[in-house]
């Protein structure tokens, strides 16, 4: 009995079992609806992002207009001075944005929970509240969302169960081992040919999800090297759930006693030790509450208020050196105002110092959480996928790092210019929007 000859007997043993017809149709079905709730996520994403894109062309036509016809700014905000480079740099209009890649059809990762556009000004912070916190994939089930990596990661291994559950076991109970036996040249190959029957139309049934995924939302055409990617890491995560069902298979003896195996093997690997090894994480590196953001904002914003104008002058002058000795400082009128407007720069300093301390638990988190992949592996291509489909929380920190940058470039465009007295016109304006734009 050779390799091809396994391959009919066991295609026909699957179609007579409906069982094993109705887990792979409802796999498939899974898998679909995880692509769509994936696909449907990355064009709204897409549709936002034009719907505010085209907000901030009317917007800055609007104001750009004022500057135009001469005028300061709105007649109902006489506070607005659009020729001054503190009104002119707050009405820029700069967002950004955490443009979706078409891979997110196959990971949602956190792109559920964090923010992924971000108004930037010289008040704001990567931490503020609608940057969104992350959330666990048990609890994002809660809300009904389903993502095609949940599916490849828990459902294809206990699919895999269903459809191996009986192999040896069933001949052995029914006594046709030694038969079996007798026609192949060894048992182990045999077995190995009927778990390679079955893995394969597993995994052909997921690179068939994966080329679906990709159509719905252009992978081939933008990211066909996540494609390659995920095509990698779905064999060998299947590989290894084949290796470990199939070493089990070898030394079963009856239907039950394997399944209880597997189904054991599947619960440890996938509920057990991740639920284990999140409690034992959470113990060592417990969620930051954002306790240094929240006194930073409630108490020490008040005290920078409180502080002599000379105490804040010698900080400011250290912040930009540019300012030292600039038309501003030297002209008595207008240094008081100067400095008002230049608050921000002391709270975004402050801000920073804060934050600092939680992105270095984050860190030291993440850090933790990598060397637990060797026992976790469930957790490891989870993270991978969501590398794959920029979905990972690196790629979020990256993004909040580009929103302190472009606050940093704001506030220190404004403060210097507004100190050495520039005058704002239509050109100035635009010239503006797009030095502060994101690179």
């Known amino acids: 009995m050779n390799g091809f000859t396994i391959f009919i007997y066991e295609w026909k043993h699957f179609l007579r079992n409906p069982f094993k017809v109705v887990a792979l149709l409802l796999f498939m079905v899974a898998g679909i609806y995880g692509l769509h709730n994936g696909a449907d996520l990355y ?96 609890e994002r089930l809660q809300t009904g969302t389903l993502d095609f990596a949940f599916v490849l990661l828990y459902l294809s291994p206990l699919l895999l169960l269903v459809l191996l559950y009986n192999v040896t076991g069933l001949e052995s109970e029914q006594g046709f081992m030694p038969l079996i036996e007798v026609q192949t040249a060894a048992k182990t190959t045999w077995l190995l040919s009927r778990v390679s029957f079955y893995s394969s139309m597993v995994f052909g049934l997921v690179v068939l999800l994966l080329i679906y995924g990709a159509v719905l939302t252009g992978v081939f055409t933008s990211a066909s090297q996540a494609f390659g990617k995920m095509l990698v890491y779905a064999f060998i995560y299947l590989l290894i759930w084949t290796l470990s069902y199939f070493l089990t298979l070898r030394k079963g003896k009856s239907i039950i006693s394997n399944t209880l195996k597997m189904v054991g093997i599947w619960l440890l690997f996938t509920f057990i030790l991740p639920a284990a090894l999140h409690q034992w994480i959470s113990i060592e590196k417990p969620a930051n509450l954002m306790v240094e953001v929240i006194d930073a904002t409630r108490d020490e914003r008040q005290k920078l208020y409180d502080r002599p104008d000379s105490i804040k002058q010698a900080q400011l002058d250290a912040m930009f050196p540019k300012i030292v000795d600039s038309p501003v400082a030297r002209d008595s009128t207008k240094i008081s105002r100067a400095m008002s407007y230049s608050t921000s720069a002391y709270v975004n300093d402050l801000m920073k110092k804060s934050t600092a301390a939680i992105e270095k638990e984050y860190q030291e988190r993440n850090q933790l959480i990598a060397q637990t992949f060797w026992l976790n592996p469930v957790a490891f291509f989870h993270n991978r996928f969501n590398l794959i489909s920029e979905t990972h929380f690196n790629d979020y920190q990256a993004y909040r790092t580009q929103i302190q940058d472009m606050i940093d470039k704001q506030i220190e465009v404004m403060v210097v210019d507004m100190w050495h007295d520039v005058k704002v016109d239509k050109v100035k304006y635009v010239a503006y929007q797009k030095l502060l734009a994101a690179k």
């Open 43 to 138: 064009h709204q994403h897409q549709a936002e992002i034009s719907k505010i894109n085209e907000e901030i062309d009317e917007e800055r036509e609007k104001y750009g207009a004022y500057l135009d016809e001469g005028k300061a700014g709105p007649e109902n905000a006489p506070w607005v001075d659009m020729t001054t480079p503190y009104w002119s740099v707050w009405f820029s209009y700069t967002y950004h944005f955490k443009t979706p890649s078409p891979a997110l059809v196959y990971s949602v990762g956190q792109a559920e929970q964090y923010g992924f556009y971000k108004k930037v000004n010289f008040w704001a912070s990567p931490y503020d509240a609608d940057m969104g916190e992350e959330i666990a994939n048990p």
